[in-house]
């Protein structure tokens, strides 16, 4: 029996989405944007990457033929005739929201047909009431923070007033999210969870999809790092996912990454978290080597959201993304005859774009296999149709909003 492994480039965009204008995003075009600022020069690093974009490897899985079916033009310095391997397409997303768990689920075959909760823009972002609570039944002086921000950059802002007050940053983003960001020792780590348990709790009402800890570490603004003890709380999936059918078939689903907390440890058997890339791409080849017959490996690569895209880190991005596809080949190696590889995203995040939040885009889908014939996929209408594809493939019942490309 086939076995199936789903990678999640997470905030890989690869041009506009059909409805882009409802959420500001006209013109955001992670990968196109990249690659031009590496043609022009613009992405160059001291001692490190330059020159035009080098993605040999996604190229030939089609990487250049789904970007131009989804917005009509070849990132800069890509061939238009790579040796192509395996199945291309692009796909668009018919959830209401761009954030991280809309993207995953629709993958995995449930579009969210809701309209999340989110927290407005101003200063302060969160209700009194909300805070109060918080406060209260946490036993806390107060909270600093209260505002939309990057993570790591308000961790650098208030880190030392964090320390030195006992107040946790608490703040948001254009997502559904409430982040709550402490020390972890001069906080503590199972303390900063106590209270994330109740804020998870609390924002319930307000139909916010996750509350998430943000510890660090480090002495002063010049050095805090985020660490890999951070835990999501989100609301679970309204129905069965992908991961659901294939645990409920007796089969393996080994999450890799932050894959289980984005689906609130619906559907996966099997937990292997890492925080990096390198670490993640390492778990992802044990997790591999590990996996039977009918089978699933579920990874999320979230270095280029976290560290890159957020950031609006152009060489950082493309950094990150050439050291990927140079390792490519390590998981190709891992596939045996019947296994099915599909590549995607879950969102963009333009680094050229204003702000430091997602962008509505299309994703790039490139699925390849020993087995599997080369050519076009198609222009996908929703992002189900990888889950359903794959629900086909390892011959699990299929959902009810997606269909097989294969």
């Known amino acids: 029996m086939a076995r199936a492994f789903l990678f999640v480039l997470d905030s890989f965009g690869i041009g506009g989405a059909p409805d882009a204008e409802q959420f500001g995003d006209v013109g955001s075009n992670t990968l196109g944007h990249i690659a031009l600022a590496c043609q022009n020069g613009d992405a160059n690093l001291p001692g490190g990457r330059e020159g035009p974009l080098q993605l040999p490897n996604m190229e030939n899985l089609g990487l250049g033929q789904a970007a131009h079916s989804a917005c009509g033009e070849w990132p800069a310095g890509f061939s238009q005739t790579p040796d192509l391997k395996g199945l291309w397409g692009n796909a668009a997303e018919v959830s209401k929201g761009k954030d991280t768990p809309s993207g995953h689920w629709e993958i995995a075959g449930v579009p969210v047909k809701f309209e999340w909760g989110y927290f407005p823009t101003t200063i302060p972002c969160f209700p009194g009431e909300l805070t109060d609570a918080l406060i209260s039944r946490c036993g806390l002086t107060g909270i600093i923070g209260n505002r939309h921000a990057s993570g790591t950059q308000i961790i650098a802002e208030l880190g030392e007033e964090h320390i030195a007050s006992g107040k946790p940053i608490c703040y948001t983003s254009a997502d559904s999210v409430l982040q709550i960001a402490a020390h972890e020792a001069a906080f503590g780590l199972n303390r900063l969870y106590e209270i994330c348990e109740i804020a998870y709790e609390l924002v319930q009402p307000y ?200």
């Open 207 to 406: 139909n916010i999809g996750r509350v998430i800890a943000r510890p660090f570490i480090g002495q002063s603004a010049s050095n805090f790092t985020r660490t890999g003890n951070r835990r999501d709380y989100s609301i679970p999936p309204p129905e069965p996912t992908l991961l659901d059918r294939l645990k409920d078939a007796g089969r393996q689903v080994i999450a890799v990454g932050k894959i289980a907390d984005i689906f609130a440890h619906c559907g996966p058997t099997d937990v292997r978290k890492a925080n990096v890339k390198e670490a993640i791409f390492d778990a992802t080849i044990k997790a591999m080597d590990d996996a039977g017959d009918g089978d699933l490996v579920f990874t999320n690569f979230v270095d280029f959201d976290m560290l890159y895209g957020h950031r609006r880190d152009i060489p950082g991005y493309a950094s990150a993304l050439e050291s990927f596809d140079k390792r490519l080949p390590q998981l190709i190696e891992q596939l045996r005859p019947g296994d099915l590889m599909i590549l995607t995203a879950d969102h963009g995040c333009d680094p050229s774009w204003p702000g430091s939040e997602h962008t509505r885009e299309q994703v790039p889908v490139l699925a390849f296999g020993p087995n599997l014939g080369s050519g076009s996929a198609g222009s996908l209408h929703t992002f189900a149709d990888i889950g359903e594809t794959i629900a086909k493939y390892l011959a699990v019942s299929a959902g009810s909003y997606g269909k097989s490309f294969l």
